[in-house]
């Protein structure tokens, strides 16, 4: 778990951005005549095109191994999201770059909880040794 300012501060900005911008690719494919399976379906596969190309550019500033899974995690999970809110609905694009924001967090957030309980675990499994 990385706790050096310049890669936190990378994380959040890599994260946000990635999440806004697949939430705005998504909201400009998908629209409410669309059933809402084959949006979250499509809104996957764009957040995915969307995250790889910007998580190999990102990763030479902030290391690939710690930015790979968030950003990739953020750009599917709001390419789920929102595509299935387009299919439900208008979107407009403040409001999906926004909410790709938030999810992009979100999934950052999930990723350092996660990371911090299994290191958590095996520094206990360690000290029973």
Not at 15 to 38: F, I
Not at 99 to 104: C, I, Q, R, T, V
């Amino acid at each position: 778990m990385e706790r050096r300012l310049y890669f936190l501060i990378g994380d959040l900005v890599s994260n946000t951005g990635v999440g806004a911008a697949a939430a705005l690719t998504v909201a400009l494919c998908v629209n409410e005549a669309w059933p809402m399976p084959l949006g979250m379906v499509v809104g996957m596969l764009a957040g995915d095109v969307v995250a790889l190309p910007a998580a190999v550019g990102l990763s030479i500033l902030f290391g690939a191994m710690e930015l790979m899974l968030p950003v990739m995690l953020s750009g599917m999970l709001t390419g789920m999201v929102v595509g299935m809110r387009a299919a439900s609905g208008p979107v407009s694009p403040a409001a999906a770059a926004a909410l790709g924001a938030a999810l992009g967090l979100a999934a950052l957030a999930a990723t350092y909880g996660l990371n911090a309980y299994v290191l958590a675990k095996y520094r206990r499994e360690e000290a029973r040794r």
